[in-house]
């Protein structure tokens, strides 16, 4: 007799998503010792079971990267992601990993399956009330549910209110409408490329290439001088912008030179700091990469695709992932 094979659990994930899942859960104890053993430093304690259960953690997320290193090398978006310069085998596939788990069941009829989903119904069991019940449903992949690409960008947070151009943030009391894991991984990624200095970083002018960070970076600094806002330093303390120097008076509002009001961190009218400019261009550049991303994904699964509204309806070019690309592939012999 064949042995029948195990019902997926409705909260059971593929591997790129239990192992990123794995690794970000193993960091937070791990910097949570860290800052632990740093605080007892500076009066001069110790603690031999926080160093002990450091040593744990470091080893658990170890385990966990090294998973997820194997599992990169086999997905679909590799070959393309491997010929980028500060792409490597940690962030990117918790970047993966963290749209994988957005793959979900529905049931047979549900409207929210897109319509080129043909995989046939398959039995689950899902958690209801503490009682386990076997449903039947249909599986869809996270990048099957990302449709579009702006579905992708609003999952990881890199969209904007239409109203105030602001990114999404938490709200108390509200749900929060994005992936907060997803867009702090994919933050991490792009320092990466940023930090690597390849084309993602220089960018370039060609057809079906990104503009990249600096070409960004430089885009905004021109529309905010045509603008006349002016650019300055992000502050470390209190300062005046208009005389231009820090109060280091923790409770003063105003300059003691002038008498304008002073700032932290908060930028005033027709003024931009440069650590909010760096942002901006990282969440354009962001934004074209989880495109391509998205792009050589559905391409590789046979999965429809579409140009995002700012190419159909804004008149921006096109990108070609892989025009968007450090290195040659290099042909198996």
Same mark, same amino acid.
């Given at each position: 007799?064949?042995?029948?094979?195990?019902?997926?659990?409705?909260?059971?994930?593929?591997?790129?998503?239990?192992?990123?899942?794995?690794?970000?859960?193993?960091?937070?104890?791990?910097?949570?010792?860290?800052?632990?053993?740093?605080?007892?430093?500076?009066?001069?304690?110790?603690?031999?079971?926080?160093?002990?259960? =450091?040593?744990?953690?470091?080893?658990?997320?170890?385990?966990?990267?090294?998973?997820?290193? !194997?599992?990169?090398?086999?997905?679909?978006?590799?070959?393309?992601?491997?010929?980028?310069?500060?792409?490597?085998?940690?962030?990117?596939?918790?970047?993966?990993?963290?749209i994988?788990?957005?793959? &979900?069941f529905?049931?047979?009829?549900?409207?929210?399956?897109?319509?080129?989903?043909?995989?046939?119904?398959?039995?689950? =069991?899902?958690?209801?009330?503490?009682?386990?019940?076997?449903?039947?449903?249909?599986?869809?992949?996270?990048?099957?549910?990302?449709?579009?690409?702006?579905?992708?960008?609003?999952?990881?947070?890199?969209?904007?209110?239409? &109203?105030?151009?602001?990114?999404?943030? &938490?709200?108390?009391?509200?749900?929060?409408?994005?992936?907060?894991? =997803?867009?702090?991984?994919?933050?991490r990624?792009?320092?990466?490329?940023?930090?690597?200095?390849?084309?993602?970083?220089?960018?370039?002018?060609?057809?079906?290439?990104?503009?990249?960070?600096?070409?960004?970076? !430089?885009?905004?600094?021109?529309?905010?001088?045509? =603008?006349?806002t002016?650019?300055v330093?992000?502050?470390?303390?209190?300062?005046?912008?208009?005389?231009?120097?820090?109060?280091?008076?923790?409770?003063? !509002?105003?300059?003691?030179?002038?008498?304008?009001?002073?700032?932290?961190?908060?930028?005033?009218?027709?003024?931009?700091?440069?650590?909010?400019?760096? !942002?901006?261009?990282?969440?354009?550049?962001?934004?074209?990469?989880?495109l391509?991303?998205?792009?050589?994904?559905?391409e590789?699964?046979?999965?429809?695709?579409?140009?995002?509204?700012?190419?159909?309806?804004?008149?921006?070019?096109?990108?070609?992932?892989?025009?968007?690309?450090?290195?040659?592939?290099?042909?198996?012999?």
């Amino acid at each position: 007799m064949e042995q029948q094979e195990r019902p997926q659990i409705w909260m059971e994930k593929g591997d790129g998503a239990y192992w990123a899942d794995a690794a970000l859960n193993a960091e937070r104890p791990r910097i949570a010792a860290i800052l632990r053993l740093k605080h007892l430093a500076r009066t001069g304690r110790v603690s031999p079971d926080t160093e002990a259960y =450091l040593q744990l953690c470091v080893i658990t997320e170890a385990f966990a990267d090294e998973r997820l290193a !194997q599992f990169i090398v086999n997905h679909p978006t590799w070959p393309w992601a491997s010929l980028i310069l500060g792409v490597g085998k940690e962030n990117y596939p918790k970047v993966i990993g963290l749209i994988e788990k957005f793959g &979900r069941f529905y049931d047979v009829g549900d409207p929210m399956i897109p319509a080129y989903i043909k995989r046939e119904p398959g039995s689950y =069991l899902k958690d209801v009330n503490g009682k386990v019940v076997e449903k039947v449903g249909i599986f869809v992949k996270g990048i099957e549910r990302l449709a579009t690409p702006s579905k992708l960008w609003k999952y990881i947070g890199l969209d904007v209110d239409p &109203r105030t151009g602001a990114a999404p943030r &938490r709200k108390a009391g509200e749900k929060l409408g994005f992936n907060a894991e =997803l867009r702090m991984t994919t933050y991490r990624l792009v320092t990466s490329l940023l930090r690597a200095k390849g084309i993602w970083y220089l960018g370039s002018a060609e057809p079906g290439c990104s503009q990249g960070y600096q070409g960004y970076r !430089q885009r905004i600094v021109d529309r905010k001088e045509a =603008l006349g806002t002016m650019i300055v330093p992000t502050p470390t303390e209190r300062m005046c912008l208009h005389c231009e120097i820090p109060v280091k008076t923790k409770r003063a !509002q105003y300059c003691p030179v002038c008498g304008g009001k002073l700032t932290l961190k908060t930028e005033p009218p027709d003024t931009l700091f440069l650590g909010h400019l760096r !942002q901006m261009a990282m969440r354009e550049m962001a934004k074209d990469f989880t495109l391509c991303l998205w792009l050589v994904w559905r391409e590789a699964e046979g999965l429809p695709v579409t140009e995002p509204y700012k190419v159909v309806k804004l008149g921006h070019r096109p990108i070609d992932p892989w025009k968007m690309v450090d290195r040659q592939a290099i042909d198996a012999e």
